[in-house]
């Protein structure tokens, strides 16, 4: 049976303003969890990436970068997302807290193996990947890659590490890099990986970056839901920044920002890119 500290019920309560599309709310809840409790990293985690939806970079930069620090030497442990988490949800506010999985389930081959199937991350991995997704997001692009190595240390299925390659590609690219993010792709086998519907949007990028697709396949693959818009849209738009048309990045660009999901890290970003081309940056 799974005990759930004040810490749990903050976490679980946030966590349901985010699935409910309220990001300011969750970061409301997790404030004044944290008031209480400021040196627990899954508070700060959790904080750092509702920060990331609603705009403030800086601040989630500091909450994770606490995070990182705070989880030094310490055993990492799983986290499931939205669809295993809304069962646990519902079982506390119906009362079956003994049917609440537990809070603490430590990362080994043994627990790997047995949520092999699950949409998941670890906390030690969710701290690097959005810490680096902000650095990102603030144009510090060096210090994105750096965490995301840090989160590739960490990571226990293909679903991060082919997120966290898609990302380090356009890392390097954006600071100039462009032989590091040639090796980084020359090494990757995309045969090798075995991913969720989710990060098949992250496959098909790599394939982009390889030389084996097009951008025109990638908006091509747009499934039509918004979240697909978001993902390779900015995918493709970003590959044609770098590569010297920044009229078509910002044509593909602006249609993520029509049609595209709000709170996905690509609509972020492509909101972050249009203010840099007007910019003139």
């Known amino acids: 049976m799974a005990?759930?500290?004040?810490?749990?019920?903050?976490?679980?309560?946030?966590?349901?303003?985010?699935?409910?599309?309220k990001p300011a709310e969750s970061v409301a809840i997790l404030t004044e969890a944290i008031e209480s409790h400021p040196d627990d990293a899954r508070l700060l985690r959790y904080r750092g990436h509702r920060r990331i939806t609603i705009r403030d970079f800086h601040g989630a930069v500091a909450d994770l970068e606490r995070a990182g620090e705070l989880i030094a030497g310490q055993p990492d442990e799983h986290e499931f997302y939205q669809a295993d988490t809304e069962p646990d949800i519902m079982n506390i506010i119906m009362g079956r807290e003994s049917q609440v999985r537990d809070q603490h389930i430590p990362v080994d081959d043994e627990t790997i193996a047995a949520t092999s199937g699950m949409y998941k991350s670890t906390l030690h991995g969710s701290i690097w990947y959005h810490l680096a997704v902000a650095k990102y997001l603030l144009g510090d692009f060096r210090g994105a890659d750096e965490a995301f190595q840090r989160a590739n240390e960490v990571a226990v299925d293909d679903d991060l590490r082919v997120a966290i390659l898609d990302w380090r590609y356009m890392s390097l690219r954006r600071s100039n890099q462009l032989a590091e993010a040639e090796a980084l792709m020359a090494a990757v086998?995309?045969?090798?990986?075995?991913?969720?519907?989710?990060?098949?949007?992250?496959?098909?990028?790599?394939?982009?970056?390889?030389?084996?697709?097009?951008?025109?396949?990638?908006?091509?693959?747009?499934?039509?839901?918004?979240?697909?818009?978001?993902?390779?849209?900015?995918?493709?738009g970003n590959w044609f920044l770098y590569n010297g048309q920044p009229d078509r990045a910002r044509e593909l660009f602006q249609q993520v920002i029509e049609h595209g999901f709000r709170d996905a890290f690509g609509y972020i970003a492509a909101e972050v890119e249009l203010e840099r081309l007007a910019g003139g940056n």
């Open 189 to 236: 086998r995309i045969a090798d990986y075995s991913v969720s519907a989710k990060e098949d949007f992250y496959l098909r990028r790599l394939k982009l970056y390889k030389g084996e697709a097009t951008p025109e396949d990638l908006i091509g693959s747009n499934s039509g839901s918004h979240l697909s818009v978001a993902t390779q849209g900015y995918g493709a």
């Open 3 to 21: 005990v759930l500290t004040e810490v749990d019920r903050y976490i679980y309560g946030a966590r349901l303003k985010g699935f409910l599309n």
